[in-house]
Protein backbone atom coordinates (compact mmCIF):
# COMPACT_ATOMS: atom_id res chain seq x y z
CA UNK A 1 0.00 0.00 0.00
CA UNK A 2 1.45 3.44 -0.97
CA UNK A 3 -0.51 6.72 -1.36
CA UNK A 4 2.99 7.64 -3.96
CA UNK A 5 3.34 11.15 -3.68
CA UNK A 6 3.44 12.50 -7.39
CA UNK A 7 6.67 14.75 -7.25
CA UNK A 8 9.62 12.97 -6.49
CA UNK A 9 11.50 15.98 -4.42
CA UNK A 10 9.70 16.92 -1.32
CA UNK A 11 11.05 19.72 1.64
CA UNK A 12 9.59 18.71 4.16
CA UNK A 13 9.40 15.18 5.62
CA UNK A 14 6.89 14.76 8.56
CA UNK A 15 6.85 11.18 10.26
CA UNK A 16 3.90 9.52 11.99
CA UNK A 17 4.70 6.91 14.70
CA UNK A 18 1.77 4.03 15.08
CA UNK A 19 0.43 6.06 18.10
CA UNK A 20 -0.21 9.42 16.39
CA UNK A 21 -2.94 8.72 14.70
CA UNK A 22 -4.56 12.25 15.19
CA UNK A 23 -5.90 13.68 12.50
CA UNK A 24 -7.14 16.63 13.76
CA UNK A 25 -2.90 17.64 14.45
CA UNK A 26 -2.76 21.16 13.28
CA UNK A 27 0.10 19.39 10.75
CA UNK A 28 -2.92 18.59 8.48
CA UNK A 29 -4.86 21.97 8.48
CA UNK A 30 -3.11 23.24 5.51
CA UNK A 31 -2.64 21.16 2.09
CA UNK A 32 1.24 21.88 1.72
CA UNK A 33 2.59 20.11 -1.63
CA UNK A 34 5.94 20.17 -0.31
CA UNK A 35 5.43 18.33 2.58
CA UNK A 36 5.43 14.27 2.55
CA UNK A 37 3.82 12.46 5.57
CA UNK A 38 5.16 9.22 5.91
CA UNK A 39 4.05 5.99 8.16
CA UNK A 40 5.46 2.56 8.30
CA UNK A 41 4.92 -0.57 9.64
CA UNK A 42 8.11 -1.92 10.54
CA UNK A 43 9.66 -5.35 12.56
CA UNK A 44 11.58 -3.26 15.17
CA UNK A 45 7.84 -1.65 16.27
CA UNK A 46 6.41 -5.49 16.38
CA UNK A 47 9.41 -7.35 17.56
CA UNK A 48 10.71 -4.91 20.55
CA UNK A 49 8.69 -6.97 22.79
CA UNK A 50 6.48 -9.84 22.20
CA UNK A 51 2.61 -8.08 21.09
CA UNK A 52 -0.57 -9.62 21.16
CA UNK A 53 -2.22 -10.41 17.90
CA UNK A 54 -5.26 -7.73 18.29
CA UNK A 55 -2.41 -5.28 19.12
CA UNK A 56 -0.66 -5.59 15.71
CA UNK A 57 -3.49 -5.74 13.79
CA UNK A 58 -5.36 -3.05 15.49
CA UNK A 59 -2.55 -0.57 15.04
CA UNK A 60 -1.74 -0.79 11.56
CA UNK A 61 -5.28 -1.22 10.55
CA UNK A 62 -5.53 2.79 12.07
CA UNK A 63 -2.50 3.69 10.30
CA UNK A 64 -3.85 2.21 6.80
CA UNK A 65 -7.08 4.42 7.60
CA UNK A 66 -5.30 7.51 9.00
CA UNK A 67 -2.70 6.80 5.54
CA UNK A 68 -6.14 6.88 3.31
CA UNK A 69 -7.84 9.89 5.01
CA UNK A 70 -4.82 11.70 4.59
CA UNK A 71 -4.75 10.79 1.26
CA UNK A 72 -8.25 11.34 0.09
CA UNK A 73 -7.78 14.85 1.37
CA UNK A 74 -4.90 16.08 -0.76
CA UNK A 75 -2.16 15.25 1.52
CA UNK A 76 1.04 13.63 -0.11
CA UNK A 77 1.53 9.90 1.94
CA UNK A 78 4.26 8.07 1.62
CA UNK A 79 3.11 4.63 3.68
CA UNK A 80 5.69 1.45 3.70
CA UNK A 81 3.54 -1.76 4.41
CA UNK A 82 5.07 -4.49 6.51
CA UNK A 83 6.16 -6.55 3.64
CA UNK A 84 7.12 -3.89 1.09
CA UNK A 85 10.12 -5.18 -0.28
CA UNK A 86 11.53 -1.48 0.24
CA UNK A 87 11.00 -1.41 3.81
CA UNK A 88 13.99 -1.92 5.71
CA UNK A 89 12.37 -2.44 8.71
CA UNK A 90 13.81 -0.33 10.62
CA UNK A 91 12.81 3.58 11.81
CA UNK A 92 15.81 5.20 11.43
CA UNK A 93 17.62 3.63 8.12
CA UNK A 94 13.39 4.16 6.49
CA UNK A 95 14.16 8.04 7.20
CA UNK A 96 17.43 7.76 5.74
CA UNK A 97 16.65 6.64 2.47
CA UNK A 98 13.54 8.65 2.68
CA UNK A 99 15.63 11.62 3.31
CA UNK A 100 17.78 10.98 0.45
CA UNK A 101 14.98 9.50 -1.95
CA UNK A 102 12.62 12.81 -1.62
CA UNK A 103 16.04 15.44 -1.20
CA UNK A 104 14.57 16.47 1.93
CA UNK A 105 15.43 19.71 3.17
CA UNK A 106 13.44 19.60 6.67
CA UNK A 107 12.51 16.81 8.55
CA UNK A 108 9.66 16.83 11.33
CA UNK A 109 7.89 14.55 13.66
CA UNK A 110 5.41 14.79 17.06
CA UNK A 111 6.88 14.06 20.34
CA UNK A 112 7.26 10.55 20.68
CA UNK A 113 5.52 9.30 23.68
CA UNK A 114 8.19 6.38 24.38
CA UNK A 115 11.43 7.01 25.73
CA UNK A 116 13.33 4.43 23.22
CA UNK A 117 11.66 6.25 20.32
CA UNK A 118 12.23 9.56 21.77
CA UNK A 119 16.22 8.47 21.84
CA UNK A 120 16.86 7.29 18.35
CA UNK A 121 15.29 9.93 16.57
CA UNK A 122 17.73 12.13 18.64
CA UNK A 123 20.40 9.70 17.84
CA UNK A 124 19.47 9.83 14.06
CA UNK A 125 19.84 13.55 14.45
CA UNK A 126 22.52 13.71 15.76
CA UNK A 127 24.63 11.54 13.69
CA UNK A 128 26.86 13.40 11.41
CA UNK A 129 25.52 11.65 7.95
CA UNK A 130 23.16 9.40 7.07
CA UNK A 131 24.18 6.68 4.42
CA UNK A 132 21.59 5.50 2.58
CA UNK A 133 21.77 1.70 1.85
CA UNK A 134 21.70 1.04 -1.71
CA UNK A 135 21.12 -2.49 -1.08
CA UNK A 136 17.30 -1.28 -0.65
CA UNK A 137 15.32 -1.76 -3.42
CA UNK A 138 12.91 1.44 -4.20
CA UNK A 139 9.17 0.27 -5.25
CA UNK A 140 8.94 0.85 -8.77
CA UNK A 141 7.40 4.31 -8.81
CA UNK A 142 9.97 5.43 -6.56
CA UNK A 143 12.67 6.78 -9.55
CA UNK A 144 15.57 8.88 -7.98
CA UNK A 145 18.49 6.99 -6.73
CA UNK A 146 18.42 7.41 -2.61
CA UNK A 147 21.48 10.32 -2.24
CA UNK A 148 23.65 10.36 0.48
CA UNK A 149 24.65 14.10 2.10
CA UNK A 150 27.45 14.56 3.80
CA UNK A 151 27.04 18.13 4.87
CA UNK A 152 24.53 18.23 7.45
CA UNK A 153 23.43 16.14 9.93
CA UNK A 154 21.69 13.21 9.39
CA UNK A 155 21.28 14.62 5.76
CA UNK A 156 18.81 17.05 6.04
CA UNK A 157 20.34 20.71 4.97
CA UNK A 158 18.00 23.13 6.73
CA UNK A 159 17.35 21.58 9.89
CA UNK A 160 14.87 19.27 11.93
CA UNK A 161 11.97 19.89 14.46
CA UNK A 162 10.06 18.24 17.22
CA UNK A 163 6.49 19.21 17.30
CA UNK A 164 4.26 19.04 20.54
CA UNK A 165 1.80 15.79 19.73
CA UNK A 166 -1.17 18.13 20.78
CA UNK A 167 -2.77 15.27 22.64
CA UNK A 168 -1.83 15.73 26.40
CA UNK A 169 -2.74 17.77 29.23
CA UNK A 170 0.74 18.22 30.32
CA UNK A 171 4.06 18.92 28.92
CA UNK A 172 6.43 15.86 29.62
CA UNK A 173 8.43 17.67 32.34
CA UNK A 174 5.51 18.90 34.99
CA UNK A 175 5.30 16.41 37.24
CA UNK A 176 9.12 16.67 37.72
CA UNK A 177 8.73 20.18 38.25
CA UNK A 178 5.73 19.76 40.16
CA UNK A 179 7.31 17.63 42.38
CA UNK A 180 11.08 18.17 42.33
CA UNK A 181 12.62 16.98 46.15
CA UNK A 182 9.27 15.22 47.31
CA UNK A 183 9.73 11.19 48.73
CA UNK A 184 6.98 10.01 47.51
CA UNK A 185 4.79 11.72 44.31
CA UNK A 186 1.27 11.20 45.14
CA UNK A 187 -0.93 11.31 42.37
CA UNK A 188 -3.65 13.29 44.31
CA UNK A 189 -1.36 16.34 44.56
CA UNK A 190 -1.25 16.40 40.30
CA UNK A 191 -4.63 15.49 39.98
CA UNK A 192 -5.86 18.65 41.93
CA UNK A 193 -2.86 21.12 40.22
CA UNK A 194 -4.67 19.74 37.01
CA UNK A 195 -8.16 20.58 38.02
CA UNK A 196 -7.42 23.90 39.13
CA UNK A 197 -5.35 25.26 36.38
CA UNK A 198 -7.80 23.33 33.32
CA UNK A 199 -11.15 24.38 35.77
CA UNK A 200 -12.36 20.84 35.28
CA UNK A 201 -14.93 19.89 37.89
CA UNK A 202 -15.07 23.31 39.80
CA UNK A 203 -17.51 25.75 40.71
CA UNK A 204 -17.18 29.71 40.30
CA UNK A 205 -15.56 30.34 43.69
CA UNK A 206 -12.56 28.01 42.21
CA UNK A 207 -13.70 24.64 44.92
CA UNK A 208 -13.71 21.87 43.43
CA UNK A 209 -17.65 20.64 42.73
CA UNK A 210 -19.65 19.74 45.39
CA UNK A 211 -16.81 20.36 48.13
CA UNK A 212 -15.36 17.24 47.45
CA UNK A 213 -12.07 16.21 45.38
CA UNK A 214 -12.66 12.52 45.13
CA UNK A 215 -15.39 10.44 45.45
CA UNK A 216 -13.23 7.26 45.22
CA UNK A 217 -14.96 5.89 48.47
CA UNK A 218 -17.95 5.88 46.73
CA UNK A 219 -16.77 3.56 43.29
CA UNK A 220 -16.41 0.33 45.25
CA UNK A 221 -19.31 -1.84 44.69
CA UNK A 222 -19.79 -5.30 43.24
CA UNK A 223 -21.78 -6.49 40.62
CA UNK A 224 -24.39 -8.54 40.82
CA UNK A 225 -25.81 -8.47 37.63
CA UNK A 226 -27.76 -5.36 37.76
CA UNK A 227 -28.27 -3.19 36.15
CA UNK A 228 -26.83 -5.36 32.83
CA UNK A 229 -23.56 -4.97 31.16
CA UNK A 230 -24.52 -2.23 28.21
CA UNK A 231 -24.24 -4.24 25.03
CA UNK A 232 -21.08 -4.21 22.81
CA UNK A 233 -21.89 -1.70 19.94
CA UNK A 234 -18.49 -1.38 18.52
CA UNK A 235 -18.44 -2.00 14.91
CA UNK A 236 -16.68 -5.11 13.46
CA UNK A 237 -14.30 -5.19 11.13
CA UNK A 238 -12.85 -8.28 8.62
CA UNK A 239 -8.96 -7.61 8.85
CA UNK A 240 -8.09 -10.92 7.64
CA UNK A 241 -5.85 -9.71 4.54
CA UNK A 242 -3.84 -7.36 6.96
CA UNK A 243 -3.52 -10.07 9.30
CA UNK A 244 -2.00 -12.65 6.40
CA UNK A 245 0.35 -9.84 5.59
CA UNK A 246 1.76 -9.54 9.20
CA UNK A 247 1.72 -13.26 9.21
CA UNK A 248 3.57 -13.54 6.26
CA UNK A 249 6.02 -10.80 7.13
CA UNK A 250 7.21 -13.75 9.97
CA UNK A 251 6.08 -11.20 12.66
CA UNK A 252 5.71 -13.24 15.88
CA UNK A 253 2.88 -12.64 18.22
CA UNK A 254 0.63 -14.65 20.99
CA UNK A 255 -3.32 -14.09 21.83
CA UNK A 256 -6.66 -14.74 19.89
CA UNK A 257 -5.65 -12.86 16.62
CA UNK A 258 -10.31 -12.43 16.06
CA UNK A 259 -8.74 -10.82 12.31
CA UNK A 260 -12.74 -11.02 10.94
CA UNK A 261 -14.32 -9.77 13.88
CA UNK A 262 -11.87 -6.95 15.23
CA UNK A 263 -14.03 -4.30 17.03
CA UNK A 264 -11.40 -1.77 18.02
CA UNK A 265 -11.54 1.28 16.37
CA UNK A 266 -10.42 2.35 13.37
CA UNK A 267 -10.70 5.85 13.19
CA UNK A 268 -11.62 8.69 15.06
CA UNK A 269 -15.12 8.68 13.96
CA UNK A 270 -15.29 4.88 15.27
CA UNK A 271 -13.83 6.15 18.77
CA UNK A 272 -16.24 9.37 18.94
CA UNK A 273 -19.08 6.56 18.32
CA UNK A 274 -17.55 4.67 21.33
CA UNK A 275 -17.24 7.44 23.68
CA UNK A 276 -21.03 8.53 23.03
CA UNK A 277 -22.00 5.06 23.68
CA UNK A 278 -19.84 4.93 27.17
CA UNK A 279 -21.35 8.02 28.00
CA UNK A 280 -25.20 7.56 27.45
CA UNK A 281 -24.98 3.17 28.28
CA UNK A 282 -22.11 2.98 31.39
CA UNK A 283 -20.67 6.18 32.33
CA UNK A 284 -24.21 6.77 34.59
CA UNK A 285 -22.78 3.00 36.20
CA UNK A 286 -18.90 4.04 35.94
CA UNK A 287 -18.39 4.91 39.51
CA UNK A 288 -19.97 2.35 40.88
CA UNK A 289 -18.73 -0.54 39.57
CA UNK A 290 -15.44 0.72 38.41
CA UNK A 291 -13.78 -2.06 40.92
CA UNK A 292 -16.05 -4.74 40.29
CA UNK A 293 -14.93 -8.02 38.76
CA UNK A 294 -17.34 -10.95 37.09
CA UNK A 295 -16.87 -14.08 35.14
CA UNK A 296 -20.20 -13.07 33.40
CA UNK A 297 -19.14 -9.82 31.97
CA UNK A 298 -15.90 -9.13 30.91
CA UNK A 299 -16.63 -5.10 30.17
CA UNK A 300 -18.91 -4.22 32.72
CA UNK A 301 -19.21 -0.22 32.93
CA UNK A 302 -15.57 0.53 31.09
CA UNK A 303 -15.16 2.35 28.35
CA UNK A 304 -12.30 0.37 26.52
CA UNK A 305 -11.14 3.87 25.18
CA UNK A 306 -7.55 3.21 26.29
CA UNK A 307 -6.83 1.99 22.82
CA UNK A 308 -8.34 4.96 20.91
CA UNK A 309 -6.95 7.68 23.69
CA UNK A 310 -3.45 6.30 23.59
CA UNK A 311 -3.34 5.96 19.64
CA UNK A 312 -4.43 9.68 19.64
CA UNK A 313 -7.70 9.07 17.85
CA UNK A 314 -9.14 10.84 20.83
CA UNK A 315 -8.20 14.02 22.58
CA UNK A 316 -7.58 14.09 26.74
CA UNK A 317 -9.21 16.96 26.81
CA UNK A 318 -12.29 16.37 24.81
CA UNK A 319 -13.40 13.27 26.74
CA UNK A 320 -12.89 14.92 29.69
CA UNK A 321 -14.55 17.84 28.23
CA UNK A 322 -17.29 15.38 27.40
CA UNK A 323 -18.04 13.50 30.52
CA UNK A 324 -18.11 16.73 32.57
CA UNK A 325 -20.78 18.24 30.15
CA UNK A 326 -22.75 15.07 30.46
CA UNK A 327 -22.53 15.84 34.74
CA UNK A 328 -23.14 19.77 34.15
CA UNK A 329 -26.69 18.57 31.94
CA UNK A 330 -27.81 16.61 35.07
CA UNK A 331 -27.42 13.13 33.41
CA UNK A 332 -24.69 11.98 35.40
CA UNK A 333 -24.08 11.92 39.03
CA UNK A 334 -20.50 13.72 40.04
CA UNK A 335 -19.56 10.77 41.42
CA UNK A 336 -19.61 8.95 38.11
CA UNK A 337 -18.49 11.84 36.40
CA UNK A 338 -15.39 12.21 38.82
CA UNK A 339 -14.74 8.60 38.88
CA UNK A 340 -14.04 8.59 35.09
CA UNK A 341 -12.32 11.89 34.86
CA UNK A 342 -10.01 11.19 37.68
CA UNK A 343 -8.50 8.51 35.53
CA UNK A 344 -7.63 10.79 32.54
CA UNK A 345 -6.44 13.93 34.16
CA UNK A 346 -5.27 12.19 37.35
CA UNK A 347 -3.93 8.89 36.72
CA UNK A 348 -3.17 9.05 33.06
CA UNK A 349 -1.40 12.22 32.84
CA UNK A 350 0.17 11.25 36.40
CA UNK A 351 1.62 8.03 35.28
CA UNK A 352 3.29 10.14 32.24
CA UNK A 353 4.87 12.71 34.12
CA UNK A 354 6.38 9.88 36.18
CA UNK A 355 7.69 7.95 33.10
CA UNK A 356 9.51 10.88 31.85
CA UNK A 357 10.58 11.89 34.98
CA UNK A 358 12.30 8.72 35.86
CA UNK A 359 13.49 7.34 32.49
CA UNK A 360 16.07 6.21 31.69
CA UNK A 361 16.36 3.50 34.66
CA UNK A 362 12.65 3.60 35.70
CA UNK A 363 12.69 0.30 34.19
CA UNK A 364 15.36 -1.37 35.81
CA UNK A 365 13.80 -1.33 39.41
CA UNK A 366 13.29 -4.39 41.41
CA UNK A 367 12.78 -3.06 44.97
CA UNK A 368 11.75 -6.95 46.16
CA UNK A 369 14.44 -8.72 44.37
CA UNK A 370 11.68 -10.61 42.31
CA UNK A 371 13.16 -12.97 39.52
CA UNK A 372 10.94 -15.94 39.46
CA UNK A 373 9.76 -16.71 36.03
CA UNK A 374 6.10 -16.07 35.25
CA UNK A 375 4.16 -19.32 35.40
CA UNK A 376 3.66 -21.01 31.95
CA UNK A 377 -0.50 -20.16 32.07
CA UNK A 378 0.08 -16.59 31.67
CA UNK A 379 0.37 -17.42 28.32
CA UNK A 380 -2.67 -19.82 28.29
CA UNK A 381 -5.04 -18.72 31.01
CA UNK A 382 -4.97 -22.52 32.43
CA UNK A 383 -5.05 -22.33 35.95
CA UNK A 384 -7.44 -23.53 38.51
CA UNK A 385 -7.32 -20.35 40.03
CA UNK A 386 -10.90 -18.98 38.88
CA UNK A 387 -9.70 -15.03 38.92
CA UNK A 388 -6.21 -15.66 36.86
CA UNK A 389 -8.06 -17.85 34.64
CA UNK A 390 -10.68 -15.30 33.72
CA UNK A 391 -8.26 -12.29 33.82
CA UNK A 392 -5.39 -13.60 32.04
CA UNK A 393 -8.29 -15.36 29.39
CA UNK A 394 -9.69 -11.92 28.82
CA UNK A 395 -6.56 -10.55 28.11
CA UNK A 396 -5.44 -13.28 25.66
CA UNK A 397 -9.19 -13.35 24.05
CA UNK A 398 -9.87 -9.34 24.00
CA UNK A 399 -6.57 -7.99 24.43
CA UNK A 400 -8.25 -6.02 27.47
CA UNK A 401 -8.48 -6.39 31.32
CA UNK A 402 -10.04 -3.85 33.28
CA UNK A 403 -8.10 -2.28 36.03
CA UNK A 404 -8.83 -3.90 38.91
CA UNK A 405 -8.46 -7.54 37.11
CA UNK A 406 -4.58 -5.94 36.32
CA UNK A 407 -3.70 -4.49 39.43
CA UNK A 408 -5.63 -6.35 42.10
CA UNK A 409 -5.52 -10.52 40.38
CA UNK A 410 -2.90 -10.38 37.99
CA UNK A 411 -0.38 -7.76 39.56
CA UNK A 412 -1.33 -8.69 43.09
CA UNK A 413 -0.20 -12.61 42.09
CA UNK A 414 2.62 -11.61 41.11
CA UNK A 415 3.93 -9.17 43.57
CA UNK A 416 2.73 -12.16 45.93
CA UNK A 417 4.55 -14.68 44.16
CA UNK A 418 7.84 -12.84 43.57
CA UNK A 419 7.47 -12.68 39.86
CA UNK A 420 10.42 -11.60 37.86
CA UNK A 421 9.63 -7.61 37.26
CA UNK A 422 11.36 -7.17 34.03
CA UNK A 423 9.45 -10.15 32.82
CA UNK A 424 6.03 -9.44 33.95
CA UNK A 425 6.74 -5.99 32.50
CA UNK A 426 7.44 -7.49 29.09
CA UNK A 427 4.29 -9.37 29.15
CA UNK A 428 2.00 -6.34 30.12
CA UNK A 429 3.75 -4.51 27.48
CA UNK A 430 2.90 -7.18 25.07
CA UNK A 431 -0.60 -8.15 26.04
CA UNK A 432 -2.95 -5.26 26.23
CA UNK A 433 -4.60 -3.45 23.21
CA UNK A 434 -3.23 -0.01 24.82
CA UNK A 435 -0.10 -0.60 26.20
CA UNK A 436 2.79 2.12 25.22
CA UNK A 437 5.87 1.98 27.65
CA UNK A 438 4.81 5.48 29.56
CA UNK A 439 1.69 4.10 30.77
CA UNK A 440 2.49 0.32 31.22
CA UNK A 441 5.76 0.70 32.91
CA UNK A 442 4.87 3.37 36.16
CA UNK A 443 1.77 1.25 36.38
CA UNK A 444 2.99 -2.36 36.42
CA UNK A 445 6.30 -1.18 37.86
CA UNK A 446 5.38 1.24 40.31
CA UNK A 447 1.46 1.10 41.20
CA UNK A 448 1.51 -3.11 40.59
CA UNK A 449 4.59 -4.41 41.48
CA UNK A 450 6.24 -1.87 43.90
CA UNK A 451 9.24 -2.38 42.52
CA UNK A 452 10.50 1.42 42.57
CA UNK A 453 10.20 1.15 46.37
CA UNK A 454 7.43 3.38 46.58
CA UNK A 455 7.64 6.90 44.76
CA UNK A 456 4.29 6.09 42.81
CA UNK A 457 2.06 4.18 45.11
CA UNK A 458 2.17 4.59 49.02
CA UNK A 459 1.94 0.80 49.64
CA UNK A 460 2.31 -2.47 48.09
CA UNK A 461 -1.49 -3.33 46.17
CA UNK A 462 -1.73 -6.45 47.96
CA UNK A 463 -4.41 -8.49 49.33
CA UNK A 464 -5.57 -12.14 50.65
CA UNK A 465 -8.86 -13.65 48.75
CA UNK A 466 -11.11 -12.13 51.15
CA UNK A 467 -10.77 -8.57 48.57
CA UNK A 468 -11.09 -10.61 45.17
CA UNK A 469 -14.17 -12.32 46.82
CA UNK A 470 -15.26 -8.96 47.72
CA UNK A 471 -15.43 -7.35 44.13
CA UNK A 472 -16.13 -10.44 42.46
CA UNK A 473 -18.10 -14.06 41.62
CA UNK A 474 -14.39 -15.70 41.09
CA UNK A 475 -14.18 -17.42 44.43
CA UNK A 476 -18.04 -18.57 44.00
CA UNK A 477 -17.45 -21.52 41.53
CA UNK A 478 -13.31 -21.86 42.15
CA UNK A 479 -11.21 -24.64 42.72
CA UNK A 480 -9.70 -23.07 45.71
CA UNK A 481 -11.34 -22.30 48.98
CA UNK A 482 -10.87 -18.59 49.83
CA UNK A 483 -11.30 -19.14 53.43
CA UNK A 484 -8.55 -21.65 53.90
CA UNK A 485 -4.90 -20.61 54.63
CA UNK A 486 -3.08 -24.04 54.97
CA UNK A 487 -3.77 -27.21 53.04
CA UNK A 488 -4.12 -28.33 49.21
CA UNK A 489 -7.34 -26.53 48.76
CA UNK A 490 -6.51 -23.40 50.15
CA UNK A 491 -6.29 -20.51 48.01
CA UNK A 492 -2.91 -19.11 47.14
CA UNK A 493 -3.45 -15.91 47.58
CA UNK A 494 -3.99 -16.24 51.29
CA UNK A 495 -0.49 -17.90 51.96
CA UNK A 496 1.20 -15.80 49.65
CA UNK A 497 -0.04 -12.89 51.33
CA UNK A 498 1.45 -12.81 54.62
CA UNK A 499 4.46 -14.69 53.80
CA UNK A 500 4.88 -11.15 51.39
CA UNK A 501 4.93 -9.19 54.93
CA UNK A 502 6.58 -11.77 56.61
CA UNK A 503 9.71 -11.99 53.84
CA UNK A 504 9.42 -8.34 53.64
CA UNK A 505 9.39 -7.05 57.04
CA UNK A 506 12.63 -5.12 56.81
CA UNK A 507 11.52 -3.22 53.88
CA UNK A 508 7.43 -2.61 55.12
CA UNK A 509 6.90 -2.95 58.73
CA UNK A 510 7.79 0.90 59.14
CA UNK A 511 5.09 1.83 56.54
CA UNK A 512 2.08 3.70 58.33
CA UNK A 513 -0.21 2.69 56.34
CA UNK A 514 0.81 -1.05 56.66
CA UNK A 515 0.63 -1.23 60.07
CA UNK A 516 -2.52 -3.53 60.87
CA UNK A 517 -1.05 -6.43 58.50
CA UNK A 518 1.76 -6.47 61.03
CA UNK A 519 -0.20 -6.20 63.98
CA UNK A 520 -2.39 -9.20 62.89
CA UNK A 521 0.83 -11.10 62.38
CA UNK A 522 2.60 -10.17 65.84
CA UNK A 523 -0.83 -12.35 66.91
CA UNK A 524 -0.06 -15.47 64.82
CA UNK A 525 2.25 -18.22 67.14
CA UNK A 526 5.36 -19.02 65.81
CA UNK A 527 3.87 -22.71 64.47
CA UNK A 528 1.07 -20.59 62.72
CA UNK A 529 3.57 -19.05 60.74
CA UNK A 530 6.47 -20.90 59.97
CA UNK A 531 3.15 -23.36 58.87
CA UNK A 532 2.65 -20.30 56.66
CA UNK A 533 5.97 -19.85 55.25
CA UNK A 534 5.94 -23.18 54.35
CA UNK A 535 2.46 -23.40 52.26
CA UNK A 536 3.68 -20.13 50.73
CA UNK A 537 7.12 -21.64 49.61
CA UNK A 538 5.35 -25.50 48.21
CA UNK A 539 2.68 -22.34 46.31
CA UNK A 540 6.17 -20.75 45.08
CA UNK A 541 7.75 -24.04 44.04
CA UNK A 542 4.93 -25.08 41.96
CA UNK A 543 2.83 -22.42 40.28
CA UNK A 544 2.72 -23.73 37.28
CA UNK A 545 0.22 -26.62 38.32
CA UNK A 546 -1.54 -24.34 40.84
C1 LIG B 1 -0.40 -3.38 35.83
C2 LIG B 1 -1.19 -2.39 35.03
C3 LIG B 1 -0.82 -2.14 33.72
C4 LIG B 1 -1.54 -1.19 32.98
N1 LIG B 1 -1.14 -0.92 31.71
C5 LIG B 1 -1.76 0.03 30.99
C6 LIG B 1 -1.36 0.33 29.66
O1 LIG B 1 -0.42 -0.24 29.14
N2 LIG B 1 -2.04 1.29 28.98
C7 LIG B 1 -3.09 1.95 29.53
O2 LIG B 1 -3.68 2.80 28.86
N3 LIG B 1 -3.49 1.68 30.78
C8 LIG B 1 -2.88 0.74 31.53
N4 LIG B 1 -3.29 0.48 32.80
C9 LIG B 1 -4.37 1.30 33.38
C10 LIG B 1 -5.80 0.75 33.17
O3 LIG B 1 -5.87 -0.58 33.61
C11 LIG B 1 -6.27 0.85 31.74
O4 LIG B 1 -6.10 2.18 31.27
C12 LIG B 1 -7.76 0.52 31.60
O5 LIG B 1 -8.02 -0.75 32.11
C13 LIG B 1 -8.17 0.63 30.14
O6 LIG B 1 -9.50 0.21 29.96
P1 LIG B 1 -10.69 1.26 29.73
O7 LIG B 1 -10.34 2.15 28.60
O8 LIG B 1 -11.94 0.51 29.66
O9 LIG B 1 -10.58 2.11 31.06
P2 LIG B 1 -11.68 2.82 31.96
O10 LIG B 1 -11.83 2.05 33.20
O11 LIG B 1 -12.90 3.11 31.20
O12 LIG B 1 -10.93 4.17 32.35
C14 LIG B 1 -10.97 5.31 31.50
C15 LIG B 1 -9.62 5.74 31.02
O13 LIG B 1 -8.82 6.18 32.10
C16 LIG B 1 -7.46 5.97 31.80
N5 LIG B 1 -6.87 5.23 32.92
C17 LIG B 1 -7.51 4.53 33.88
N6 LIG B 1 -6.64 4.07 34.79
C18 LIG B 1 -5.43 4.46 34.38
C19 LIG B 1 -4.11 4.28 34.88
N7 LIG B 1 -3.88 3.62 36.02
N8 LIG B 1 -3.09 4.80 34.19
C20 LIG B 1 -3.31 5.49 33.06
N9 LIG B 1 -4.52 5.70 32.53
C21 LIG B 1 -5.56 5.19 33.19
C22 LIG B 1 -7.39 5.16 30.52
O14 LIG B 1 -7.05 6.02 29.47
C23 LIG B 1 -8.80 4.65 30.35
O15 LIG B 1 -9.18 4.49 29.00
C24 LIG B 1 -2.62 -0.49 33.56
C25 LIG B 1 -2.98 -0.77 34.87
C26 LIG B 1 -2.27 -1.70 35.60
C27 LIG B 1 -2.66 -1.96 37.01
S1 LIG C 1 -10.44 -18.62 45.90
FE1 LIG C 1 -8.51 -17.62 45.58
S2 LIG C 1 -7.76 -18.37 43.61
FE2 LIG C 1 -9.92 -18.85 43.74
S3 LIG C 1 -10.93 -17.13 42.76
FE3 LIG C 1 -10.88 -16.69 44.94
S4 LIG C 1 -9.03 -15.50 45.19
FE4 LIG C 1 -8.87 -16.48 43.21
Redesign the pocket.
Known amino acids: MNATPTHLSAHTLRLILGDQLNPQHSWFATLRPEVVYVLMEIRQETDYVLHHAQKIIAIFAGMRELARQLAEAGHRVHYLSINDPANTQSLTDNLSVLIAHFQVQVFEYQDPDEFRLDQQLQAFLAKPQVQAKPQVQAKPQVQAKPQVQTSTPCGISAGSSQVDSEHFYTQRHEAAELFANRKQWLMETFYRHLRKRHHVLMDAAGKPADGQWNFDADNRKPWKGIPPEPPDLRPEHDHSALWASIQAAGVNSFGEPRATQSRWPINRAEALQQLEH?ITHALPH?GDF?DAMSRKAW?LF??????S??VKMLKSQEVVQRVEAEWRAGRVALAAAEG?IR??IG??EY?RGIYWAQMPGYDEHNYFDHTTPLPKWFWSGDTRMNCLAASITTSLHNA????IQ??MV??NFALLAGLDVPALHRW??GV?I???EW??LP??LG??QFADGGLLASKPYVSSAAYIHRMSDYCKSCAYDKKQRLGDVACPFNALYWDFYLRNADKLKSNPRIGMAYQQLARMDDSALAALRLRASQIRGQLDEL
Not at 302 to 307: E, G, K, P, V
Open positions: FFQRHSLLSFLNFQIWRVHAHHRLIGYLYDAFVENTMS
